[in-house]
Structure formats: C-alpha cells, structure tokens
C-alpha cells in the first residue's frame, strides 16, 4: 500500500536525501537536516520519531517514486519491439540504482525488514516482474525470444548484480578504468553492457 507523506515531509525528506547524497548516512545529522530544511530540530521527532525512522521514511518514500517513475517509464515503451522494451528496461533500472546508490550504504538488514520497507519493495519488485513478464511473453509469441525465462529469476539477476557492484566498490573497480570520480559512471556503462547480454542470452536472442 503507498504510504501517503505531507508536503512537510517530502521537503524533509528531499532535504535528507540531498545531505546523505552529499556527505554519506554517518556524516549527515538531524541538525544539518532541519538546519538545510529550516526546521526546528524537534520537528524531525514530530514528524517521524527519530533520525532511523526518517531513515526508514526515506527509504520508503524513494522507492515509492522509483516504483511510480518506473511505471511512468514503461507507458512511453509500451509500444516498442520486445527487443527494445528489454533493452531500455534493464538500462533504466540499472541507471536508477546507480543513481541512487548511496541508500545502499545505510539501508541494513534491521532496515530492510522493516514491515513497511518490505512491503513497498515487494510492490516494486512485483511491479518490474509483471512488466518483464509482458515484455518476455510478447517476445515469445513473435519468435523474438527462443526461450521463456522465468521473469522473476531476470529481476534477481538485475537487482542482485547490481547492488552487488555498489556494496563492493572495493572489487568492482579493480576491473574498471578510470579514477575514482568516475567510479559509477563507468560502473553503470560495464553493468548495462553486461546485464543485457546476461539477459538476452538467457532468452536466447542473439546481440
């Protein structure tokens, strides 16, 4: 069920989501939060409780969008070749986590099983399978794809691939070039390359 937010909230919220951006979940504090926000700091209490359950507000409030965004996206392709909905589907997901790839360094265990947490990633991940699961069938049907993978096994391959990528930079990038600055630039580009020939293999349509 999507969680309704106040306009207050989503200021506080965007606010944090822009300091965390910036300086990292640890170097970021309530104080900095309601000082951007121009808030009173008890107002993050009134709000929310505590900094972990706007943390938990957050993380729900972004993936919300990213779901909505993601629905949002998939209407403008609806139309396309089976071929070219995948291709833009999995490029898309991919440049939306690595755009907000700093959540995965704050969002734990205890985080993400969080009852509302796990619901609202539960309707984004369902969200992506039904669509992938269209998208596969129709490439089916049309001969474009050989074989009908399993469309929730294709969102694990995605999802863990790359969330696997941002929580171990210290790996990843041995095999990149660049420098650091230019870590999830190059990051995105190598996983896009990947995931789609990862994925379209497993439909057995050749690149």
Excluded: W
Excluded at 36 to 41: Q, R
Excluded at 76 to 102: A, R, S
Excluded at 143 to 148: D, I, Q
Aim: hydrophobic share 40%; with cysteine.
């Amino acid at each position: 069920m999507r969680k309704k937010f106040t306009e207050k909230q989503i200021h506080i919220l965007d606010i944090a989501e822009e300091l965390i951006a910036q300086k990292g979940f640890e170097g970021t504090s309530v104080r900095d939060i309601s000082a951007k926000a121009n808030i009173n700091v008890a107002m993050i209490s009134y709000y929310f409780g505590s900094k972990e359950k706007m943390m938990v507000n957050l993380y729900q409030y972004r993936v919300q969008k990213t779901r909505e965004t993601f629905a949002e996206f998939t209407q403008t392709i609806k139309d396309g070749k089976p071929e070219m909905q995948l291709k833009e589907i999995i490029n898309f997901v991919t440049k939306q986590l690595i755009k907000f790839n700093y959540f995965h360094g704050f969002v734990n265990q205890e985080l993400r099983h969080q009852d509302r947490v796990k619901d609202t990633l539960l309707e984004f991940y369902q969200t992506f399978t039904k669509v992938l699961e269209d998208v596969v069938q129709k490439g089916i049907v049309s001969g474009v794809f050989k074989r009908a993978a399993k469309s929730e096994d294709i969102v694990s391959t995605i999802i863990g691939t790359i969330v696997f990528t941002i929580r171990n930079k210290n790996y990843y990038e041995i095999y990149l070039k660049g420098n650091d600055e230019d870590y999830l630039a190059n990051a995105e580009k190598k996983l896009k390359n990947h995931l789609n020939l990862c994925v379209f293999s497993l439909l057995g349509y050749q690149i």
